[in-house]
């Protein structure tokens, strides 16, 4: 008996076709008490008049707990790792991955356009452009986790699928392990991906930890 209510934070058309759009939701029990809360980034497209899910990423707001993510840290298809999208976004991945294990906020902002939106689980709102999402990078997460903790992220992409000739959609898994190398968190992400040139920075960053309390 729960209901889902979502709140659109903002939408934009990014070409005549395909619509870029952030979100707050919030689920309710039948007594009305706000039983879990979070955002979603998502992409759709214009089919005869109606706007459809091309990417859909949806996360919960804050993390409850930091249990042990249950996940598996599967691979890509060879196929998909045959792909020019798939060894452009791998690369924006490992940029990522490592300016994050090095704490440098500079390199992480410039990985981003200056358009970009991040909406992540674990730190509050949505982050727009670079002063907002370069703030985020600085910002206390309430998983007590961030990148001055000593964690090490690791990322892998899984799927890619493009959205126009400049715009290019990325889905996979990351996971975060201690010093010592325990995992200590992990989950999924959805991303859009403009192209420079022949790299890519990220205009939509959606990721989420699946280690929450139930």
Not at 58 to 67: I, P, Q, T, V, W
Not at 70 to 80: H, I, L, P, R, Y
Not at 85 to 107: E, G, H, L, M, P
Request: hydrophobic letters at 40%; proline letters at 1%; glycine letters at 8%.
């Amino acid at each position: 008996n729960s209901t889902l209510v979502g709140n659109i934070l903002d939408a934009r058309f990014i070409d005549s076709d395909t619509i870029l759009a952030y979100v707050n939701f919030t689920v309710t029990n039948d007594n009305g008490d706000v039983i879990r809360s979070g955002k979603w980034g998502d992409v759709l497209r214009m089919e005869d008049g109606n706007a459809k899910f091309l990417l859909q990423s949806a996360y919960a707001e804050r993390l409850d707990s930091m249990a042990p993510p249950k996940f598996s840290v599967s691979e890509a298809t060879d196929q998909q790792k045959k792909s020019a999208d798939f060894k452009i976004i791998n690369r924006s991945i490992q940029r990522f991955t490592d300016a994050y294990n090095r704490a440098d906020v500079a390199a992480l902002t410039d990985e981003f356009t200056e358009d970009a939106v991040r909406v992540v689980s674990g730190l509050s709102g949505v982050h727009v452009g670079h002063d907002a999402i370069r703030n985020s990078f600085e910002s206390k997460w309430s998983g007590e986790v961030d990148i001055t903790s000593g964690s090490v992220l690791k990322a892998r992409v899984l799927h890619t699928t493009p959205i126009n000739s400049s715009l290019v959609g990325g889905a996979g898994i990351w996971w975060l392990t201690s010093s010592d190398g325990k995992v200590i968190d992990g989950g999924y992400w959805g991303n859009v991906f403009r192209k420079n040139g022949d790299e890519v920075k990220l205009l939509l960053e959606c990721a989420g930890s699946q280690s929450m309390a139930n």
